[in-house]
């Protein structure tokens, strides 16, 4: 992490310089870690430039030039979901960031360190990756801007856009480069993306979806070719971007998926199919290499998502539920990539002589609690598939839903020397768990401390179906099965905390009102709610901008304005004082004054209640506050812009002065 410690180990200089947003953690759940570890694992000398200044390039030349290339992500998360709520407010706390501090990276992060990677060491191969680069690579809606953006490949000017997890990738990048062969060269690689020049690129007059290869555009995985509406065609036109989001998500399997062209301006950008998924043995290497599994010892002061994951486990990666408003199936995939128990155990084993673990592992799971070594049992069909989801509408039949092999690690972690508890906190699959009566069981009898996290997100038929996520009576019958296995573990008191989200296209506010019902009925009080954000990528956000199913073409209700979506989530916690008016004004604008007064049904009533003129008090003065700070120019946690007025090597009197990075 710095020149200090390059000098310690003896080097004269660094073969990658590895940029992220986040604070620097050596444990497996944060992906300079992982990549950091591999390119370790092969020679490669790796330096982490964690969240720098990015207001000038210094912090870029500490390690001098690297060897073959940077490494550029802007974290965990996209900048802008860590920034922002759902109503664009800025957060008051950054979970990746030491203390929990905000302002510690920019907006669109990856575009100031890709920039200021190319001031620093200008000829330095750039490699754009990570969670923000990967959902942005083609053309996409921006919700914060409420635009439709072009790939970030041309805004970062990045030379390659490495998409997915990347371990392989990012490896034979660093072997080809240190081969001799330029940046040029790796367009052939599986899981990137890249710009073709203007000059380099068909004249887009001709281009057909038909002529591809014929006119220029090269297919350097054997796959094929698909065109793409252009970003000029997806920004004016919203069936075009339909158009474009219906072929996108249909090329997701590595299997069977062509290579894309989209068209911006005289430029294309082409991103070739995904990369295979690990095989066991693979997951095996990435996951046993010597992690410290501790914050770097420059921190002071706590990481918060550290705290949370320090002593969890990750057993496999990869989700087939391909719910509409997540990005994990983008991301990791839809095949699930499974350890193997003797890798796992040997990290709990690890773990419990750690003199400083407690005996408690927090969650053994991935992005879901029981998808652990399920796949397809026909993989000739896999290879031609292309289903969204293996559970909805339905689960396949070819889908192999056994839960033996994680039972038996379940077992054999809570068994392990050292261990006195193993809790499932990642989401179980409702769905799956009730074909397995022996998991419920364990589940229930030993991995639950009090609660388990469900996530059955909405209660109206039409939400899920655009949700892709079962009916609502799943969510009853595996409640019944719960309590029932509780009870049988002599544990009768343990309950379920049920997710759902506000605002999702199809969600109106009637829909919202039978939640509220559902919710009440049910004795349900959530402490926390989820607003839908529009990510970058993902199918529900193409309905959000669009108003459009993109698979099945019809038209799908949205609340765009602010104000309804705050009234939805308003719906959700009815029970609160604090959002007596915003319901009532929910109920009014429904026509369900039934709703109001005594009966049994009744949400609120007739009269506000002395907190919730307290609470609208409360508010009023805090509006009153902020406006007189926005008439001051005195802005509460406001976020520096890192591209005002900063233009690296352009003379110009125009250039105005930047907010001071906090670090600095």
Same mark, same amino acid.
């Given at each position: 992490? /710095? #020149? @200090?410690? *390059?000098?310690?180990?003896?080097?004269? !200089?660094?073969?990658?310089?590895? =940029?992220?947003? %986040?604070?620097?953690?050596?444990?497996?759940?944060?992906?300079?870690?992982?990549?950091?570890?591999?390119?370790?694992?092969?020679?490669?000398?790796?330096?982490?430039?964690?969240?720098?200044?990015?207001?000038?390039?210094?912090?870029?030349?500490?390690?001098?030039?690297?060897?073959?290339?940077?490494?550029? /992500? #802007? @974290?965990? *998360?996209?900048?802008?979901?860590?920034? !922002?709520?759902?109503?664009?407010? =800025?957060?008051? %706390?950054?979970?990746?960031?030491?203390?929990?501090?905000?302002?510690?990276?920019?907006?669109?992060?990856?575009?100031?360190?890709?920039?200021?990677?190319?001031?620093?060491?200008?000829?330095?191969?750039?490699?754009?990756?990570?969670?923000?680069?990967?959902?942005?690579?083609?053309?996409?809606?921006?919700?914060?801007?409420?635009?439709?953006?072009?790939?970030?490949?041309?805004?970062?000017?990045?030379?390659? =856009?490495?998409?997915?997890?990347?371990?392989?990738?990012?490896?034979?990048?660093?072997?080809?480069?240190?081969?001799?062969?330029?940046?040029?060269?790796?367009?052939?690689?599986?899981?990137?993306?890249?710009?073709?020049?203007?000059?380099?690129?068909?004249?887009?007059?001709?281009?057909?979806?038909?002529?591809?290869?014929?006119?220029?555009?090269?297919?350097?995985?054997?796959?094929?070719?698909?065109?793409?509406?252009?970003?000029?065609?997806?920004?004016?036109?919203?069936?075009?971007?339909?158009?474009?989001?219906?072929?996108?998500?249909?090329?997701?399997?590595?299997?069977?998926?062509?290579?894309?062209?989209?068209?911006?301006?005289?430029?294309?950008?082409?991103?070739?199919?995904?990369?295979?998924?690990?095989?066991?043995?693979?997951?095996?290497?990435?996951?046993?290499?010597?992690?410290?599994?501790?914050?770097?010892?420059?921190?002071?002061?706590?990481?918060?998502?550290?705290?949370?994951?320090?002593?969890?486990?990750?057993?496999?990666?990869?989700?087939?539920?391909?719910?509409?408003?997540?990005?994990?199936?983008?991301?990791?995939?839809?095949?699930?990539?499974?350890?193997?128990?003797?890798?796992?155990?040997?990290?709990?084993?690890?773990?419990?002589?750690?003199?400083?673990?407690?005996?408690?592992?927090?969650?053994?799971?991935?992005?879901?609690?029981?998808?652990?070594?399920?796949?397809?049992?026909?993989?000739?069909?896999?290879?031609?598939?292309?289903?969204?989801?293996?559970?909805?509408?339905?689960?396949?039949?070819?889908?192999?839903?056994?839960?033996?092999?994680?039972?038996?690690?379940?077992?054999?972690?809570?068994?392990?020397?050292?261990?006195?508890?193993?809790?499932?906190?990642?989401?179980?699959?409702?769905?799956?768990?009730?074909?397995?009566?022996?998991?419920?069981?364990?589940?229930?009898?030993?991995?639950?401390?009090?609660?388990?996290?469900?996530?059955?997100?909405?209660?109206?038929?039409?939400?899920?179906?655009?949700?892709?996520?079962?009916?609502?009576?799943?969510?009853?019958?595996?409640?019944?099965?719960?309590?029932?296995?509780?009870?049988?573990?002599?544990?009768?008191?343990?309950?379920?905390?049920?997710?759902?989200?506000?605002?999702?296209?199809?969600?109106?506010?009637?829909?919202?009102?039978?939640?509220?019902?559902?919710?009440?009925?049910?004795?349900?009080?959530?402490?926390?709610?989820?607003?839908?954000?529009?990510?970058?990528?993902?199918?529900?956000?193409?309905?959000?901008?669009?108003?459009?199913?993109?698979?099945?073409?019809?038209?799908?209700?949205?609340?765009?304005?602010?104000?309804?979506?705050?009234?939805?989530?308003?719906?959700?916690?009815?029970?609160?004082?604090?959002?007596?008016?915003?319901?009532?004004?929910?109920?009014?604008?429904?026509?369900?004054?039934?709703?109001?007064?005594?009966?049994?049904?009744?949400?609120?009533?007739?009269?506000?209640?002395?907190?919730?003129?307290?609470?609208?008090?409360?508010?009023?003065?805090?509006?009153?506050?902020?406006?007189?700070?926005?008439?001051?120019?005195?802005?509460?946690?406001?976020?520096?812009?890192?591209?005002?007025?900063?233009?690296?090597?352009?003379?110009?009197?125009?250039?105005?002065?930047?907010?001071?990075?906090?670090?600095?």
């Amino acid at each position: 992490m /710095s #020149a @200090g410690e *390059m000098a310690q180990r003896g080097w004269d !200089y660094v073969d990658i310089v590895f =940029v992220t947003g %986040d604070a620097y953690v050596d444990h497996p759940s944060f992906a300079m870690a992982i990549l950091g570890r591999v390119l370790e694992s092969h020679g490669y000398r790796v330096a982490i430039l964690s969240q720098p200044n990015w207001q000038s390039c210094n912090a870029w030349r500490q390690f001098g030039r690297p060897r073959l290339f940077f490494a550029i /992500s #802007a @974290g965990n *998360m996209d900048s802008l979901i860590n920034h !922002y709520t759902a109503n664009r407010k =800025v957060r008051n %706390d950054d979970a990746y960031s030491p203390g929990g501090k905000i302002g510690l990276r920019p907006d669109r992060a990856t575009l100031p360190y890709c920039q200021r990677a190319r001031e620093a060491f200008p000829g330095v191969p750039v490699i754009a990756g990570g969670v923000e680069a990967s959902l942005r690579r083609l053309a996409h809606y921006d919700y914060w801007s409420d635009t439709v953006r072009r790939s970030i490949l041309l805004d970062s000017k990045a030379d390659l =856009v490495a998409y997915g997890m990347g371990e392989k990738t990012i490896l034979e990048i660093a072997s080809r480069l240190a081969a001799g062969e330029t940046v040029r060269d790796l367009r052939d690689l599986r899981g990137v993306a890249y710009v073709l020049g203007a000059s380099e690129t068909p004249d887009p007059e001709v281009a057909t979806k038909e002529n591809l290869g014929s006119i220029g555009f090269k297919d350097a995985t054997g796959t094929g070719l698909a065109l793409l509406p252009s970003f000029e065609a997806v920004k004016a036109e919203k069936p075009a971007f339909v158009d474009a989001t219906y072929t996108i998500h249909m090329n997701t399997n590595p299997f069977n998926a062509k290579t894309l062209v989209q068209y911006h301006g005289r430029q294309a950008v082409v991103v070739n199919p995904p990369d295979l998924p690990l095989s066991q043995s693979e997951m095996d290497r990435v996951y046993d290499l010597p992690f410290s599994r501790r914050p770097h010892p420059a921190y002071m002061e706590k990481i918060p998502a550290f705290e949370m994951i320090k002593d969890s486990v990750t057993i496999m990666r990869g989700c087939f539920g391909g719910c509409t408003f997540c990005s994990i199936t983008a991301h990791q995939g839809r095949i699930i990539q499974s350890r193997s128990q003797q890798s796992i155990l040997g990290e709990v084993k690890k773990m419990a002589m750690d003199p400083e673990f407690k005996g408690v592992i927090s969650d053994i799971g991935g992005p879901t609690a029981n998808m652990y070594e399920m796949k397809c049992t026909r993989p000739e069909v896999e290879a031609k598939c292309r289903r969204m989801s293996c559970v909805h509408p339905t689960i396949c039949k070819l889908l192999g839903t056994d839960h033996g092999p994680l039972i038996d690690l379940m077992r054999k972690t809570r068994e392990t020397p050292g261990i006195r508890k193993v809790f499932v906190a990642s989401g179980v699959r409702m769905d799956l768990a009730q074909r397995s009566p022996e998991y419920l069981r364990e589940l229930a009898a030993h991995h639950v401390g009090g609660h388990l996290k469900v996530a059955p997100e909405h209660t109206d038929p039409e939400v899920l179906r655009a949700m892709k996520k079962p009916v609502i009576d799943n969510f009853g019958t595996f409640a019944d099965a719960f309590k029932k296995a509780s009870s049988a573990a002599g544990k009768p008191k343990q309950y379920l905390v049920p997710y759902f989200i506000a605002s999702h296209p199809g969600s109106d506010m009637n829909a919202m009102i039978d939640l509220a019902l559902f919710l009440k009925r049910n004795g349900y009080r959530p402490d926390q709610v989820q607003d839908f954000i529009p990510a970058p990528f993902d199918i529900a956000t193409c309905m959000y901008y669009t108003g459009i199913d993109p698979f099945t073409r019809k038209q799908v209700h949205v609340d765009r304005h602010l104000r309804n979506r705050r009234l939805q989530r308003a719906l959700m916690q009815f029970f609160k004082p604090e959002n007596y008016f915003q319901v009532r004004e929910a109920l009014e604008m429904a026509g369900r004054q039934d709703l109001i007064g005594s009966g049994c049904d009744a949400l609120i009533p007739d009269s506000p209640p002395a907190a919730a003129m307290a609470a609208r008090r409360a508010r009023a003065a805090q509006e009153g506050r902020r406006a007189l700070q926005r008439e001051s120019g005195d802005h509460v946690h406001t976020v520096p812009n890192p591209n005002a007025g900063y233009r690296p090597g352009r003379k110009s009197a125009m250039r105005r002065p930047l907010p001071k990075h906090p670090a600095s």
